[in-house]
């Protein structure tokens, strides 16, 4: 019998990271998981101004997790419906669990999913959590976030450095939860891995307080976890007593990281989070 060939496992190396700020709860919730074949990033930063934001993050990071466990081979079979559909899955588990549990309100959360698989990295969002594609030390792609500061920047009425400290910078035009029909989700195009690609999905409180220059470095530093962590701090740091709850994880795509090899689909959620009761 001849030699066979032995298929690769996905290699990358991931980091997650949370600061409450100077907030009261937190409210930001974060994971990622993997089979040998695929990798799956997820953040959700549940809305303050909505009861419960943090449910509704759990619920939608949650979504994610269990969809991915249920994953029949290592690979999604359609990546943009799978995306698509658990997002929109999300959203509607929020609304039956506050009808469930008759919370007196709809809790909303911004959500931000990454699929790394077959050379190919595909994006979706909803709300203004970002998703950046770091490379070379630049941002090679960003999301265009769901807010009323971006379309006023997109009108030319303020700059993009003006949206970071705008009054109406959490002012979002969409969400999971919160209002039934406010809600879509918005999918990039797949954009192809170069190897050392590094992928970063962060809440407002990581990215409104930084600059891309500082971001990008991630991309390039030997201690990516280290630097997260800085950034973290720095984050919370420039926003004093005002600081939100930051929260980011990041994946470098790399030949020369951690081959990581499973026989069933591995979940790994910040803190280990549980699920809300009766979800």
């Not at 419960?52 to 690979?75: C, D, K, N, P, W």
Request: hydrophobic share 40%.
């Amino acid at each position: 019998m001849g030699n066979k060939k032995t298929r690769e496992k996905m290699k990358f190396a991931v980091h997650q990271a949370n600061h409450i700020g100077g907030r009261k709860y937190n409210q930001d919730r974060v994971g990622y998981a993997y089979t040998n074949d695929a990798l799956l990033l997820v953040l959700a930063d549940g809305m303050g101004g909505h009861l419960h934001g943090e449910i509704a993050a759990q619920i939608a990071v949650h979504t994610f997790m269990r969809a991915f466990a249920r994953l029949e081979h290592s690979r999604v079979k359609e990546p943009e419906v799978f995306l698509r559909a658990t997002m929109r899955a999300g959203h509607d588990a929020i609304f039956d669990y506050a009808r469930a549990e008759s919370l007196g309100g709809n809790p909303g959360t911004t959500c931000v999913a990454a699929l790394v698989q077959d050379g190919q990295i595909w994006c979706a969002h909803a709300g203004d959590s970002r998703f950046y594609l770091l490379r070379e030390n630049k941002v090679a792609a960003v999301t265009r976030d769901h807010s009323v500061v971006q379309q006023w920047a997109d009108w030319g009425i303020i700059s993009a450095d003006e949206m970071k400290t705008h009054p109406d910078r959490n002012k979002i035009t969409n969400c999971l939860g919160g209002v039934e029909d406010m809600f879509y989700v918005d999918v990039a195009q797949p954009a192809a891995v170069q190897s050392g690609d590094t992928v970063l999905l962060c809440s407002d409180g990581f990215w409104s307080p930084l600059t891309d220059e500082e971001m990008a470095k991630l991309s390039s530093v030997p201690a990516m976890s280290q630097r997260l962590d800085e950034l973290i701090e720095m984050a919370v740091y420039r926003e004093g007593a005002r600081a939100d709850n930051t929260t980011a994880v990041v994946a470098r795509l790399r030949d020369s990281e951690e081959e990581h090899g499973t026989k069933i689909p591995v979940c790994v959620m910040l803190d280990e989070q549980p699920a809300p009761k009766n979800f």
